[in-house]
Each structure stands twice: as C-alpha cells, then as structure tokens.
Nanobody
Framework: QVQLVESGGGLVQTGGSLRLSCVAS????????LGWFRQAPGKEREFVAA????????NYADSVKGRFTISRDNAKNTVYLQMNSLKPGDTAVYYC???????????????????WGQGTQVTVSS
C-alpha cells in the first residue's frame, strides 16, 4: 500500500508561481511512476504531468507545457510540481498519483495509476 500526501496549494494571482509537493510512504518510492492530475469544478479529472520511475522521462499536458515542471527526489520520497505563469484556468484541485507499472514510462492515462492522494486546492485569481 502507498500513501500519498500533497501540500503547497493556495491562492495566487495570475502570473504567480506555486510549488506542489507530494510525499509518499509505503512501498519503495523509486519503484513507481508518478503523476499529477487536476480537477476543476464540474469537470473531469485531467492529466497534468508525469515522471517515470527513473526520473529520466517526463510528459506534460499541452496546456501546461513550458510553464509547469515535474521532478522527483527519491531520497525524500517526494515528487514536485513547479507551476509558473499561472492562469485562472489552472484553478483546480491537484492530485498526486502513483503507478506500480513495470515500464519506465511517464503515463498520461488516469486508469493506469494505482494510488491517489487527497488533493490540494490551487486557486488563481485574475
């Protein structure tokens, strides 16, 4: 079993930055791929970014490419999402997810993830 706890959300103005963190406990952290998803009110949960087990490969949604950066620190059992140039459209609850898939790939598909955190709210004001 893996437990994921997100932090770092909050209220920020358009153009501002936030860094989300997700600490994992349970299985060996380096053994799973990690992703960030978000869900705005009335919308489905959508892919934001993912990083492979090794950290060598990343993948981003087109809407955040060039503004967001995903990274991981295996020594701290933590995955990060650095969010820059935030827009009101980025407002959502952000979720961290982990997959125990055997491939070293950054997965975009929500149904490939096995464990989820409780989420952290990000609000971008105009």
């Amino acid at each position: 079993q893996v437990q994921l706890v997100e932090s770092g959300g909050g209220l920020v103005q358009t153009g501002g930055s936030l860094r989300l963190s997700c600490v994992a406990s349970g299985r060996t952290f380096s053994g799973y791929g990690l992703g960030w998803f978000r869900q705005a009110p009335g919308k489905e949960r959508e892919f934001v970014a993912a990083i492979s087990r090794s950290g060598a490969n990343t993948n981003y949604a087109d809407s955040v490419k060039g503004r967001f950066t995903i990274s991981r620190d295996n020594a701290k059992n933590t995955v990060y999402l650095q969010m820059n140039s935030l827009k009101p459209g980025d407002t959502a609850v952000y979720y961290c997810a982990a997959t125990i898939s055997g491939l070293d790939s950054p997965y975009r598909r929500r149904n490939l993830y096995d464990y989820w955190g409780q989420g952290t709210q990000v609000t971008v004001s105009s």
